[in-house]
């Protein structure tokens, strides 16, 4: 799987532009996992819009900042509201290594993540 980046204007919501459509499209994946600048902006747009397309949502949290504090809890509350399931970057890299066919990917995946060798 290759990692696509998008970058938009500050004001720009992902929806807007067709090539980030056509490159989803084209992906063929039910599952949408979103991080990036600003949580209560762009990622909650893009999250909205996405729900709408029947997508399945990820919102990495500890990869997306508010650009306001204040608005943190409420664009939380709404894209759960909403659908969205909020995650941790180290949680969604721990329930792909889970997944993993090939041991040499799990080994990668958890190397990004060595707390998740632990044993508590």
């Known amino acids: 799987m290759a990692l696509r980046q998008f970058v938009f204007a500050e004001n720009g919501s992902p929806w807007s532009h067709k090539s ?19 949580l209560e902006h762009q990622i909650l ?14 919102v ?5 900042p508010p650009r306001s504090r204040h608005a943190s809890e409420p664009s939380r509350d709404r894209l759960s509201q909403a659908g969205a399931t909020p995650v941790i970057t180290s ?3 721990h329930e792909w290594s889970l997944e993993a066919a090939d041991n040499s990917k799990r080994a ?8 998740l060798l632990e044993v508590e």
């Open 20 to 38: 980030f459509l056509d490159a989803l499209t084209a992906l063929d994946r039910s599952i949408l996992i979103l991080a990036g600048y600003w």
């Open 45 to 58: 747009a893009a999250a909205l819009h996405a729900l709408a397309e029947s997508y399945d949502v990820y």
């Open 60 to 64: 990495l949290l500890d990869a997306t």
């Open 91 to 93: 949680q969604v890299i």
């Open 108 to 115: 990668a995946l958890l190397s990004l993540f060595p707390s």
